[in-house]
């Protein structure tokens, strides 16, 4: 059996998430494989994967929030909202100035209301959204509120599209690396989208990477081809990143896998939940706070401490 862990991987472009996991079974000889928060087959950078037991700590991982590096493209709109779309419009961009573009991207700051794209993997009566676009079906999502917390401009190119030579037609694009932390729920291919929108002409994604989840950076992760020589976190180091250390005794720890409460104990908890960690490293669960106690939330078995 595989030992129990969590798994970074830099997902290549091209390939699903799903596709990760199943070379990850393949390499690491297990099906006990999930992972926390899809990319698109366009993106590339980090997913986490749980192994073995350690698949549920990946409950805690999914609303981590995230950092990405994108590139939009002003003037053209797709349907999809990115470059695996087809084009629905072009506008030239040349008027656009960076204290203009720097305006509209304000308002797309903060705490904000955001449409997801309709091509997106949110479930509609129980069928992806995707699946019904791809269909021919009208799709409409509801709103939801996510929080930006930095966007970015890095660079900026302006680019000639000749004179109908390429599928966008005559005239000038703005391209802008970016740089966005947000919640997790955030849509960067809405993100495209409504600046496209707010200045007039349009706008797709033409390039994703996710390089962090939580405590989790893509420079830690292996690539798709050395998965079976990769290091895994132990779930007690795993969890201490996402939650934080809750050091216990061997007789507190005997309890919480009893379902005992640690009397008293709540004073000691510095985050809530917390990672439990016996005398000897090894994560006993995730505890929680009960006014000045503290409780199991969720033990681990005993192969995948």
Do not use: W
């Amino acid at each position: 059996m595989a030992a129990p862990g969590i798994l970074l991987v830099d997902k290549p472009q091209g390939i699903t998430s799903h596709d990760v996991v199943a070379r990850a079974r393949r390499a690491l000889g297990t099906r006990k494989i999930g992972h926390a928060g899809t990319l698109d087959p366009m993106a590339t950078g980090l997913l986490v994967l749980g192994v073995e037991g350690a698949t549920r700590l990946l409950t805690f991982v999914v609303g981590l929030d995230k950092t990405y590096e994108a590139t939009i493209r002003l003037g053209v709109a797709t349907d999809t909202d990115d470059a695996d779309g087809q084009t629905v419009a072009t506008v030239d961009a040349s008027h656009l100035g960076s204290d203009r573009i720097a305006e509209a991207i304000a308002p797309l700051t903060g705490r904000i209301s955001q449409v997801p794209s309709t091509f997106s993997a949110i479930k509609v009566d129980g069928r992806r959204a995707y699946d019904l676009a791809r269909a021919g079906e009208d799709v409409e999502l509801k709103a939801r509120e996510v929080t930006v917390s930095r966007f970015d401009v890095v660079a900026e190119r302006r680019l000639s599209t000749g004179s109908g030579t390429e599928s966008t037609g005559s005239g000038t694009v703005v391209d802008l690396d970016v740089v966005v932390d947000c919640s997790s729920g955030t849509y960067i291919r809405s993100l495209a989208r409504d600046l496209g929108a707010a200045l007039g002409v349009g706008g797709h994604l033409t390039a994703l990477r996710r390089t962090r989840i939580g405590p989790f950076d893509v420079a830690q992760a292996a690539t798709v081809d050395a998965l079976s020589d990769a290091s895994q976190l132990a779930p007690a180091d795993a969890a201490a990143a996402v939650l934080g250390r809750f050091e216990v005794t061997a007789d507190e720890a005997r309890d919480l896998r009893h379902g005992k409460r640690l009397a008293g104990a709540a004073s000691r908890l510095s985050a809530n939940p917390a990672a439990a960690i016996d005398p000897d490293g090894a994560l006993v669960g995730i505890v929680e706070r009960r006014g000045a106690d503290v409780k199991s939330a969720m033990n681990m078995p005993e192969e995948a401490r």
